[in-house]
C-alpha cells in the first residue's frame, strides 16, 4: 500500500525537509571535494594506491627460457601506484606512475592499458602515465603463453591473467588520481649494496654473464656497480606519509628459479617499511639502469653468507633489510627538507633508435645453435632448449629482414619527469648501468632518477649494452640479447638528456 501524508502532516514534513537540504548544502559546502575533477587551486597534490594483482590461480612465470607453472605464493604481486599533479595558475602537469612486480611491460598489455584508460579515465593524458616492471623473475606472464605449454594446462593463461590485472588496474589508478589532497614532498640519496656487476673478464677478452670469478684467468669485473638509493617521499599536510618512490640500480630476481609467486626483494622491503612508517604508506620500487647487474653474489660468497647466517636471514630477506636499512638512513634528513610548491615538467619522447646490426657471422652462428638446439629439443623435450631455440631463430629472422630493408630503427619511447630539483628519467631497456651514471652524470638536475623497464615494446626488456660488452661477447650482448646496440645507447643518453636541459634551461 502506497503511503500518503496528510494535509495536517504535509507543511510540517516539508518545512523539515527544506531545513535539512539547506543544512546539508551548507555541510557539503565545507566538505573536501571528492569528485574525479582535477584540482584547479595552485598547488601540489598527490594520491597513491597500493594494489594487489596475485593472481587468483596457477599461472605461468616469466624470465627463464623454461616454461615455469606456479605452484603457490610465497609474497603478494603488486601494482603500486602514485599520482602527482602540479597546479600553477589554473594550468595543471599530471603524472602518474605504476610500479609492478612483473619481469616487463609487453607491448600489447601497454597499448591495451592506455586505450581502456583514455575510454574509461580521460582525465590524464596516457603519456604521462608510466608503467615499469621490478623485474622479479618469479611473477605471472603478462601476455602470451609459453609456446610449449601443455594445451591442457589448467590454469590461469597469460592473456586472461593480463584481463585479470587491468580490469583492477584502471580503477585503481583513477582511485589515485581521485584521492589527490594538498601534499608535500621530500627526496634523498642514500647508498645500498645489493647489487652485483655479473659479467666476468678473462684473459682472452671474453665476458661471460655469470661467469665464475675464481678461474686462474679471471681478470676484472666488466662494468662499474651503481649502489645510489634514490628516494622520493610525499606527505600530505598533516605531515603523515601517504607514499615513497625508491630507485635501485638492481633488478627483484634473487628468487629467480622459483616455481611460486614472488616479489622478492622488493616485497620484503616493503613489509618492513610499512612496519615501521605505517601499513597504509604505498612504496613503489623501480629498477635503476641495470642490465648488468644482479643481486646474486658474484664474489666473497662465503663471507656474505657467514654473514647471512649470523643474521638468520636468506639472501632475499638480507636484500629487502639493505633497502630498509638505507631508508632509515636517511628518512629524517629528507622529512626536514620538506617542499611544496614544485616547478613541475613531463616530456614525452617518442625515438627511433638504430636497430643493432647482425654481422654475417653473427648470422651463421645463430643458425647452427637454432639448429642444434631444435635437435636437443627433439631429442629431450627441454623447455630450455626449445626457448633458446626460438630466441636465435628470432635473430636468424631479424637478419633476414634487414638484408630486405637495411637501416631499420627502433621506435621506443621515454619520459622525463621534473619534480623541483629532481628528474626521473625512464627508459623500456635492460639498460646497462654505465648508460644510467652517463645520465647522472651530466644531468642539471640535483639529483636523477634513471628508471628502466618502463612502459614496453615488442622487445621490452632486452638488453642495451656498451661497447665493450659487445666486444666480450656472452648473455646480454649478443644480437639475440639485444635490438638495440651502443650507438642507440649513446642516443637514448643524449635525447634524455636534451629534455632534461630544456626542463631547467628556464
Not at 651503481?226 to 625508491?246: E, R, S
Not at 641495470?290 to 639472501?315: T, V
Not at 638446439?373 to 631429442?379: G, N, R, S, T, V
Amino acid at each position: 500500500m502506497k503511503c500518503i501524508p496528510s494535509r495536517r502532516i504535509l507543511p510540517i514534513f516539508l518545512t523539515i525537509t527544506a531545513f535539512f537540504a539547506a543544512f546539508f548544502t551548507v555541510f557539503a559546502a565545507v566538505l573536501p571535494n571528492t569528485s574525479a575533477a582535477a584540482p584547479t587551486a595552485d598547488g601540489f597534490y598527490a594520491g597513491a594506491v597500493a594494489l594487489d594483482i596475485t593472481p587468483e590461480r596457477p599461472v605461468t612465470l616469466s624470465g627463464q627460457f623454461y616454461t615455469r607453472i606456479s605452484k603457490g605464493v610465497y609474497t603478494p604481486i603488486m601494482a603500486n601506484i602514485l599520482a602527482l599533479n602540479s597546479v600553477k595558475d589554473g594550468k595543471s602537469t599530471p603524472a602518474i606512475l605504476v610500479s609492478m612486480d612483473v619481469v616487463s611491460i609487453h607491448e600489447p598489455f601497454n597499448l591495451e592499458f592506455r586505450k581502456r584508460l583514455q575510454e574509461e579515465f580521460p582525465d590524464v593524458p596516457s603519456e604521462n602515465i608510466i608503467l615499469c616492471a621490478t623485474h622479479t623473475h618469479a611473477g605471472p606472464n603478462l601476455g602470451n603463453d609459453p609456446a610449449d605449454l601443455p594445451k591442457d594446462a589448467d590454469i590461469m593463461h597469460g592473456n586472461e591473467y593480463a584481463q585479470f590485472v587491468l580490469d583492477k588496474l584502471i580503477p585503481a589508478v583513477r582511485k589515485a588520481w581521485e584521492s589527490q589532497v594538498p601534499s608535500r614532498y621530500g627526496y634523498g640519496l642514500g647508498f645500498v649494496n645489493i647489487a652485483y656487476n655479473r659479467r666476468a673478464v678473462y684473459a682472452d677478452g671474453s665476458a661471460v654473464m655469470y661467469g665464475k670469478t675464481d678461474r686462474p684467468d679471471f681478470r676484472s669485473i666488466e662494468g662499474m656497480t651503481d649502489t645510489d638509493l634514490n628516494a622520493l617521499c610525499i606527505w600530505d599536510k598533516n605531515d603523515k606519509l601517504t607514499a615513497m618512490l625508491l630507485n635501485v640500480a638492481c633488478p627483484s630476481q634473487e628468487n629467480e628459479h622459483l616455481y611460486y609467486l614472488d616479489a622478492d626483494f622488493w616485497g620484503r622491503a616493503r613489509n618492513q617499511i610499512c612496519a615501521k612508517y605505517g601499513k597504509d604508506v604505498v612504496v613503489l620500487g623501480t629498477c635503476g639502469a641495470a642490465g648488468d647487474q644482479s643481486p646474486h653474489i658474484r664474489y666473497r660468497s662465503a663471507a656474505e653468507e657467514r654473514m647471512m647466517k649470523l643474521r638468520g636471514l636468506s639472501r632475499v630477506e638480507e636484500l629487502g633489510r639493505r633497502i630498509a636499512v638505507a631508508v632509515d638512513d636517511i628518512y629524517e634528513l629528507i622529512a626536514s627538507d620538506k617542499k611544496e610548491d614544485p616547478v613541475m615538467k613531463f616530456e614525452y619522447l617518442a625515438l627511433d633508435l638504430p636497430q643493432r646490426i647482425i654481422t654475417e657471422k653473427e648470422y651463421q652462428t645463430a643458425q647452427a645453435e637454432a639448429a642444434r638446439l631444435e635437435a636437443e629439443y627433439k631429442k629431450t623435450g627441454s623447455s630450455k632448449a626449445f626457448g633458446q631455440m626460438n630466441w636465435n631463430r628470432r635473430t636468424v629472422k631479424r637478419y633476414e629482414r634487414a638484408k630486405e630493408d637495411p637501416g631499420q630503427t627502433y621506435s621506443t619511447s621515454a619520459c622525463v619527469l621534473r619534480l623541483g630539483d629532481i628528474v626521473l628519467c625512464t627508459n623500456q631497456f635492460e639498460l646497462y648501468t654505465d648508460f644510467g651514471i652517463q645520465m647522472k652524470a651530466r644531468s642539471k638536475a640535483v639529483q636523477t632518477f634513471v628508471i628502466q623497464l618502463a612502459s614496453g615494446r615488442p622487445a621490452c626488456g632486452t638488453y642495451l649494452p656498451t661497447e665493450f660488452a659487445v666486444k666480450g661477447g656472452g648473455y646480454g650482448a649478443v644480437p639475440a640479447s639485444n635490438m638495440v646496440g651502443p650507438e642507440g645507447g649513446r642516443m637514448l643518453v643524449e635525447e634524455t638528456l636534451k629534455a632534461v636541459e630544456r626542463m631547467f634551461a628556464e
